[in-house]
């Protein structure tokens, strides 16, 4: 966590921009949304908040801002236009059967105990 901090600072250095982790972007925004209120006493607009918000969404901004040099690897590319799907229906039967497998070993481990 501190070595990715360190880089969304820039303390680290190098050329290329780094992705961040979004889990911990979303959990500073959800704990900062439920934790602090949004007005003080007397009715004052908590501002500590607007700014923590606000540092938060700008780091998000930063790196959608940022360009990214992403080289074509051949070997993805081969796989992925070689790759065949199967049909909507075919992926449902699949899914079926193996809930029906789920279950079927979910009820002999529950008689087994």
Same mark, same amino acid.
């Given at each position: 966590?501190?070595?990715?901090?360190?880089?969304?600072?820039?303390?680290?250095?190098? !050329? !290329?921009p780094?992705?961040p982790?979004? &889990?911990?972007h979303? &959990?500073r925004?959800? !704990?900062l949304? &439920? $934790?602090? @209120?949004?007005?003080?006493?007397?009715?004052?607009?908590?501002?500590?908040?607007?700014? *923590?918000?606000y540092?938060? *969404?700008?780091e998000?901004?930063w790196?959608?801002?940022q &360009?990214?040099? %992403?080289?074509?690897? @051949?070997?993805?590319?081969?796989?992925?236009t070689?790759?065949?799907? %199967? @049909?909507e229906?075919e992926?449902? *039967?699949?899914? $079926?059967?193996?809930?029906?497998?789920?279950a079927?070993?979910?009820?002999? %481990? !529950?008689?087994k105990r």
């Open positions: 966590k501190q070595w990715y901090q360190r880089r969304v600072r820039g303390e680290l250095g190098g !050329s !290329s780094a992705i982790f979004l &889990t911990i979303m &959990t925004l959800i !704990s949304n &439920t $934790e602090c @209120p949004d007005y003080l006493k007397r009715g004052l607009i908590n501002l500590r908040k607007r700014r *923590l918000l540092k938060e *969404l700008e998000l901004r790196f959608q801002r &360009t990214y040099n %992403l080289l074509e690897v @051949p070997e993805i590319v081969d796989f992925f070689l790759y065949e799907t %199967l @049909p229906e992926f449902y *039967l699949r899914s $079926e059967i193996a809930k029906r497998k789920e079927e070993r979910a009820r002999r %481990l !529950s008689k």
